[in-house]
């Protein structure tokens, strides 16, 4: 089975902090996509990436970054967090070559005050 | 540009009652279908999914997805639900980016 954790299930942060979400996936997955959940909105693709130290933007990368420096990590990072960043983040892996699911980490609550 | 339509926030239902959630999607180019799961304070979990062949389409716990090309549905039924069905139910669509709906709560009347 595929495993996909992530470093925290919630997390408080203050305004104008750093902050580090890690996601790490067990079954050598090339693509990674980070996601943000809100009430009514779905899920939407801040980003992702194909393969190590290869990165894309997706559909709201505004106040976030991504690292992957190895193949089975993929981090997000808020550089300086604001109150409306305050959601449920959600990490997901797949197979480069003919993978079509994505596979879901439990998600990080974020609340930022 | 494709879209994904949940028709419905919400479906309360009785138990051992039948349930269908309502997906309609908009796409130029052929696309892959999904219906995802997802219970209280977890991540979400593949329940089906259409890639070529049959239209109807058989996933875990009881569930199955007709896909019509003609109408640009992916509806998702049961026939009998039970209160562990209880949670909220997203569709997808993509190729190799998927677009998500904005979910169905299935709320299980006793």
Redesign the interface.
Known sequence: DVKVTQSSRYLVKRTGEKVFLECVQDMDHENMFWYRQDPGLGLRLIYFSYDVKMKEKGDIPEGYSVSREKKERFSLILESASTNQTSMYLCASRRGTGGREQYFGPGTRLTVT | AQS?TQLD?QVPVFEEAPVELRCNYSSSVSV?L?W?VQYPN?????LL?Y?SGSTLVKGINGFEAEFNKSQTSFHLRKPSVHISDTAEY?C?VGNY??I????TKLIIKP
């Open positions: 994904v926030s892959y999904f995802y977890q991540g979400l979990q593949l999914k890639l997203f997808a980016q998927l998500w709906g904005a979910g």
